[in-house]
């Protein structure tokens, strides 16, 4: 029950902080309820048992891809014109609206197996068993190490001076 | 009724929507790409929400997640790399404006 109630707060500041995201002209105040959305994704993660995934989302998304969408709003000095809507804003609402309804009808009818079996908790030697054990995911976290390299070397050169 | 699958589906569904609202519809590049960590961030829960409901035991879909959020952290630093790129050459990031490839 206790649980039930979390989801229902969680959900409902997480959306109206990401209606605020979309919706509001000040751009440092959207990246603030950009953070409120990715705190409450975490609570999320923690009403569904995801103890390590939760502790992950407030350190890197909260921890520091917060941090440099500030810096990038405050390196550009566009504050002062805001974010205004393109020319495309009606055709966009009606294909996010068709995508919603679509999407929630096909996920509704859909006769989901749900298994009654308990989650494993806490789920961080279980994650580490599965990625690193035999028949892991050895490969792909060694791509994953080379695309963080290269993303910082690539970010680097980027914005470096001239 | 107490909260299932298809409640965190549907609040998966809505936060994908919003997203692409905003991804579609702004014009301030660093609001568009806020919306699409958003976007990232409600696959992440439906990910979640099918491991923890379908195979409670294996885990896989947090496992995906996992890298999910490495790609998202790698985008956003090459992202904002770009934006902060454009924005010293032009002087700019509003997206209708960066438009050298079209003419």
Known sequence: MGADIAFWILAIVGVVAALTVVLLRDVFRAALSLILCFLTVAGIYITLSADFLAAVQILVYVGGISVLIILAIMLTREVQKGSPTGKLRIPAFIVAVLFLGVVSFALLNTPWQVSTTPPTEPTTAALAIKLFGEGGFILAIEIAAVLLLAAILGAIVIVREK | ?103
Do not use: W
């Open chain 2, 1 to 103: 009724m107490s909260v299932g699958l298809e409640h965190y589906l549907i609040l998966s569904a809505v936060l994908f929507s919003i997203g692409l609202y905003g991804a579609l519809a702004k014009r301030n590049a660093i609001i568009i790409l806020m919306s699409i960590e958003i976007m990232l961030n409600a696959v992440n829960i439906a990910m979640v929400a099918f491991s923890r409901y379908i195979v409670p035991a294996m885990l896989t879909g947090q496992i995906f997640t996992v890298f999910i959020i490495v790609v998202a952290a790698a985008e956003a630093a090459v992202g904002l790399a770009i934006i902060i790129a454009i924005y010293r050459n032009r002087e700019t990031i509003d997206a209708t404006e960066i438009d050298l490839m079209k003419r």
